[in-house]
């Protein structure tokens, strides 16, 4: 591969769900294959706050975090306009500063590597530098295919996605049901519909893809991804699967928040507390907030629940002018009246903020009551905990569908809690299930078995590890041959 040590730029999209997997995917590289690695970061004030943060607790951080400051948007979109509209559109005026930052390098990257909402930087950076450039996609398998492939239903289908009743498929994969359709993907007349297409063409069009899967875990899709005659007239680009890559636990235990709640947790029984989290971003109704409160309780299980102030207008908090990381009042008032005494011997709440990867990495820790974004999804699963499914928005209801029906980590409602509140008896059920009843044990199995496949996938030798690998080996010789072809012209002109 060549003794000269790799340089590569990566590039993320503003939103701490973006930021985190890019820094972590350059943090891999540097530590495990030696790579040199630059972090373009599209920053709003939420993600400078993080960064000056993350810099100043890891000094000796292997890799150089660059923030591009986020141009003001206020006047190309309105209060109608949806969050990936406004990351694209984000991202597309932030291009230039981009473009500079990246000549201001004192060693020109040798490939760029773009996160899902950047990959409009192919043409406009990655093509006038001449460099080998990579997507990152940093979810499963399955919901890469389908954006990639959407371009095709979008041709063949007619009418709204909403109405639809047959299931889309995707050759060579599991179909994906009509209830687990992507929301951002169900209305042809909002200009989000349009960005997600023409998303899915973009990632077909760069020199390899990473998705932070492996192969063990979604063997039939890869192979498609791979293989599948169909599907590959559509997704000519090499995958590579390189996961589960995620977030190490910090060596520090810093604020009193963290502290006390592991000290709660030392003092429960083994595999005996679920965890209840909906990322940086998920929000619930008032009315949800209210049943979850009393499912909780009824179950008589522990429990520490991350909790946040309903919202009656939206699921989701992508682009906070703020990073919350602490509590908003000592007694929330949006709470059943009298449930923190109540369940104080059996719970901890805590308000907006938490530790998730200590505390997941817990022994006390039985179960995850999660929004199933996979940031959270690969937390829970390389720490051997099951889930209860709560998919919000975005790809989630395709990974829960995946975690429950494919791969059986997982138990979700019903019916999807975007469509209907999730009552509190159903609620008490699932918990219960989990941490209880005989099929939680089975799951509870099944969990440790996808761990120790994670484990074996990134360990030299294992299946990520080695696509890693060969995924270096192609930059080597893209880089060497478009030097040759440089050199070449050069010596013609």
């Not at 630059?38 to 292997?62: D, G, M």
């Not at 003001?72 to 991202?91: A, M």
């Not at 498609?224 to 520090?252: C, D, H, Q, T």
Request: proline share 6%; charged share 20%.
């Amino acid at each position: 591969m060549g003794s000269s040590q790799l340089h590569v730029a990566l590039l993320a999209s503003p939103g701490m769900g973006h930021l985190i997997p890019v820094l972590v995917l350059g943090d891999h590289l540097a530590t495990h294959h030696n790579v040199k690695v630059t972090v373009l970061a599209i920053t709003t004030s939420a993600e400078t706050q993080f960064i000056k943060s993350h810099q100043k607790s890891n000094s000796n951080s292997p890799i150089d975090i660059v923030p591009v400051p986020a141009v003001n948007v206020s006047g190309l979109i309105d209060e109608k306009t949806k969050v990936v509209t406004q990351l694209r559109i984000t991202v597309r005026e932030a291009l230039p500063s981009v473009r500079s930052s990246v000549a201001a390098m004192d060693r020109r990257p040798d490939a760029l590597f773009v996160d899902l909402f950047c990959t409009q930087a192919l043409s406009i950076i990655a093509e006038e530098l001449g460099i080998p450039r990579y997507a990152y996609y940093p979810s499963t398998a399955w919901t890469a295919a389908l954006f990639m492939y959407f371009q095709v239903f979008d041709k063949i289908i007619e009418g709204e996605f909403v109405d639809r009743l047959e299931p889309l498929r995707i050759p060579g994969c599991v179909p994906v049901q009509p209830e687990d359709f992507s929301d951002t993907l169900l209305d042809r007349t909002d200009p989000e519909y349009r960005e997600i297409v023409n998303l899915g063409i973009e990632l077909t069009q760069f020199d390899g893809l990473l998705i932070n899967t492996w192969e063990e875990l979604e063997p039939n899709t890869v192979k498609a991804l791979r293989e599948n005659e169909e599907l590959r007239g559509i997704v000519k680009v090499p995958i590579y699967p390189i996961g589960p890559l995620k977030r190490s636990v910090e060596s520090k235990n810093e604020g009193e928040g963290r502290s006390e709640i592991l000290k709660w947790l030392d003092k429960q029984p083994v595999e005996s507390v679920l965890y209840v989290s909906f990322g940086s971003g998920g929000l619930l109704t008032a009315e949800q907030t209210a049943e979850l409160a009393w499912g909780l309780e009824k179950s008589q299980q522990r429990f520490i629940w991350v909790v946040r102030h309903p919202c009656d207008y939206a699921p989701v908090n992508y682009l906070s002018s703020k990073l919350d990381t602490g509590n908003d009042a000592d007694d929330p008032d949006y709470l059943p009246e009298g449930f923190l005494s109540r369940t104080r011997d059996v719970g901890f709440v805590v308000q907006m903020w938490a530790n998730q990867v200590e505390i997941l990495t817990h022994p006390s820790v039985g179960g995850f009551l999660s929004h199933c974004g996979w940031n959270s999804t690969l937390e829970s699963l390389t720490n051997k905990v099951p889930m209860v499914a709560w998919p919000l928005f975005a790809e989630q209801k395709m990974n829960a569908a995946m975690l429950t029906n494919e791969v059986g980590v997982a138990i979700r409602p019903a019916v999807a809690p975007t469509v209907k509140v999730v009552r509190r008896e159903e609620i008490e059920r699932m918990v219960r299930t989990l941490l209880q009843h005989n099929e939680g044990k089975g799951i509870r199995e099944r969990v440790k078995k996808v761990k120790a496949s994670g484990d074996i996938a990134l360990s030299k030798g294992g299946s990520s590890y080695n696509s890693m690998c060969e995924l270096l080996k192609d930059i080597h010789i893209r880089m060497h041959t478009w030097k040759s072809q440089s050199i070449s012209l050069s010596q013609i002109n």
